[in-house]
Structures are given as C-alpha cells and as structure tokens.
C-alpha cells in the first residue's frame, strides 16, 4: 500500500513570495490533515479535511494559509505572503475515519525556508 | 488550548541501556499516543493508549496511560543502535478531533 506522498520535499523563498504544497493521501482515506512542525518542536495542526469539506482550521493563520481538497482526495496548501517565521516542515497525513481511534499515517514533509 | 509537557528533551545513553521518557499534561486526554520520528520523515505511531491505567507493549516498547489521563510514559528496554531518532508524545481529548503533541524526546544511543 503507498503512503502519503508530498511535493515538493525541499522548497527555498524569498519572504512575500507565495509558496504551494501538494500531499496525495492513502488511497481511501477520507480525513487528511496538515500540520506544521517548527524546528525543534512537535507537529502543530493546521486544518482538517473529511472528504473535501473542513472539519477544524481553528488553528490555521487565515490572513495568509489557505487550504483546499476539492475533489476529497489530494490537497494543496497554500501560503501569501509568506514570512520569515513560516520556515517550518509542512506535514500531511491522512486517516481512514475522523477522530476516533483510527492511525493518522503521516507523509514525509515539505521543508520550507523562508529567506 | 492544552500543554503537553515531554521531558526529557534529549538523551545519550549506551547500547543495551534502558529508556524511559514521559508526558504530563494540563488537562485530561481520552487518547494518548507515541510516536517516534527519524530525520527527514514523518512521525511514525509507535503505540496507541486508549484507557485511563492501560499498559502496552509493542516488542521492546512499553508505554502506560496514567491513572488521571493527564500523564503518560513510554520506556524502551535494551535501546539499539536504530532507536535512535525523536520521540514524540500525543494527546486528544474527548472531541477526537486534532491531536497535541509534545516537543519531544531525541533519543541518541552510542553503540
């Protein structure tokens, strides 16, 4: 069974540039989230998809992240203007089922430099 | 928003050494999971707890969910060389929404 697979894996910006990223999940899986992992920090959910509607963004910093899952499959995250501060690994994962007990399998990050 | 704290933050042990590591919180969990990631990948579950007092092992691994869900530990006995990486302990709370991770645990073992 293929992972969770992201693209791109390195990504180097200027800040105020725009930047994307792209995450495919497990085939199947109908809940995809994207976390943000700080240098030296733990993952940090930024928004949650069941299928292609949002379940939580609470945490996401609307004013320049924007996310999508229009089909209820792969999903791009997006960030204008970015900052210095956004440097960060961009993490997708995907799991079968929303909240419960199911494994969230996480794909192998986008590494992002702000400059 | 709930704090996880995970101490400690890193370790050098010897090969053959055990481990413990632990994760206490501010507020209750109904979920507690551990995972361990390795350079240049994503985080990996290791074990998964589900019941306030429950004890599981997962081959050398050993992780509890504390009595008053607000703590949880994970120890590794007889540490080899490729358990070295950063653990990272989770929580959700009773919504099963998102979960919090702790800042974790790098883990180094000298062969």
């Known amino acids: 069974e293929a992972g969770v697979a992201q693209s791109p894996r390195y990504k180097i910006i200027e800040k105020r540039q725009s930047v994307a990223f792209w995450c495919n999940p497990i085939?199947?899986?109908?809940?995809l989230y994207w976390y943000q992992q700080i240098l030296g920090q733990g993952p940090k959910l930024l928004i949650q998809?069941?299928?292609?509607?949002?379940?939580?963004d609470s945490q996401l910093p609307k004013d320049r992240f924007s996310a999508e899952r229009l089909k209820g499959v792969d999903s791009t995250l997006k960030i204008q203007p970015a900052k210095l501060e956004d440097s960060a690994v961009y993490l997708c994962?995907?799991?079968?089922?929303?909240?419960?007990?199911?494994?969230?399998?996480f794909g192998p990050g986008t590494r992002l430099t702000v400059l | 928003g709930q704090q996880l704290n995970q101490s400690p933050q890193s370790m050098f042990i010897q090969e053959g050494e055990d481990v413990s590591m632990n994760c206490t919180s501010s507020?209750?969990?109904?979920?507690w999971l551990w995972y361990k990631q390795d350079p240049g990948e994503g985080p990996v579950l290791l074990i998964a707890?589900?019941?306030?007092?429950e004890l599981t092992s997962n081959g050398r691994l050993t992780a509890q969910f504390g009595i008053t869900r607000k703590d949880s530990f994970l120890n590794i006995s007889a540490s080899i060389p490729s358990d070295v990486g950063i653990y990272f302990c989770?929580?959700?709370?009773?919504?099963?929404?998102?979960?919090?991770f702790g800042a974790g645990t790098r883990l180094t073992v000298k062969p």
């Open positions: 085939s199947g899986h109908a809940t």
């Open positions: 994962a995907s799991s079968s089922v929303w909240g419960g007990d199911n494994e969230q399998f």
């Open positions: 998809f069941q299928n292609n509607g949002v379940v939580d």
């Open positions: 707890l589900y019941k306030a007092g």
């Open positions: 989770a929580g959700q709370d009773s919504t099963l929404r998102d979960m919090r």
């Open positions: 507020s209750i969990f109904n979920t």
